[in-house]
């Protein structure tokens, strides 16, 4: 019996980053929202849509970004997001490795300790 081993280090702090930013309900309603849209959308609309402040909306949109959930595009003075479709099709398999099943489609990824 092939003994079980842990993520690298690499792909666990990877992992890691997603799954705390996910850990907020503001954030999670705007992933959902950029996903369901399919289209990019103003900061001004978000607010509209998830009825928090703009604030508060740029500051989770900042690090939505900063993981590359979201993307950004810029027209003038105006910025648009939008979701990352890799991150929608990665995600998923990230939980399913963590967990130690095979990823959807795929391997799981080697286990290279630091």
Not at 7 to 27: G, I, M, P
Not at 59 to 83: D, M, N, P
Not at 86 to 105: H, K, L, N
Request: proline share 5%.
């Amino acid at each position: 019996m092939k003994q079980a081993e842990p993520l690298d280090r690499a792909t666990a702090r990877e992992y890691a980053s997603w799954f705390k930013v996910l850990a907020d309900a503001t954030r999670v309603q705007i992933v959902s929202l950029l996903a369901r849209r399919g289209q990019p959308m103003s900061v001004g609309e978000i607010v509209d849509a998830v009825q928090v402040g703009q604030s508060t909306v740029s500051a989770h949109l900042k690090q939505l970004a900063e993981v590359e959930f979201v993307l950004a595009e810029y027209a003038g003075t105006a910025s648009f997001y939008r979701i990352n479709d890799e991150c929608v099709t990665c995600f998923p398999s990230a939980a399913d490795v963590v967990m130690g099943r095979p990823a959807p489609g795929g391997t799981l990824p080697s286990t290279n300790e630091e």
